[in-house]
């Protein structure tokens, strides 16, 4: 028995394959920034850790007015250093 793709089937899959590709793929270069909260919950830290890496330069903060933001790519490097350690 041959099955075949119909058009409207075809039609489904790219558009799910694009819905997955555009959570995996960035579509700008611009930065994403998190707050403390969501950085603290990534990391899987508590704020006063948090302070006290920006403090020693361990992570690099963003100020944007009265706002102390942390850029991404910043947290998956920690991240990627911690998996290593």
């Known amino acids: 028995m041959r099955s075949t793709f119909e058009?409207?089937?075809?039609?489904?899959l790219r558009t799910l394959i694009?819905?997955?590709?555009?959570k995996i793929v960035?579509?700008?270069n611009?930065?994403?920034y998190l707050t403390r909260?969501?950085?603290?919950e990534l990391l899987k830290i508590s704020p006063p850790t948090l302070h006290a890496w920006m403090g020693k330069g361990l992570l690099r903060k963003t100020k944007i007015g009265?706002?102390?933001?942390i850029e991404d790519a910043e947290i998956q490097r920690?991240?990627?250093?911690?998996?290593?350690h």
Request: aromatic share 0%; glycine share 0%; hydrophobic share 35%.
């Open 7 to 12: 058009q409207e089937d075809l039609e489904v």
């Open 18 to 22: 694009q819905e997955e590709l555009r």
């Open 26 to 28: 960035p579509q700008n």
């Open 30 to 32: 611009e930065p994403k």
């Open 37 to 40: 909260a969501e950085a603290c």
């Open 66 to 69: 009265n706002r102390v933001l």
């Open 78 to 84: 920690m991240i990627l250093k911690m998996k290593n």
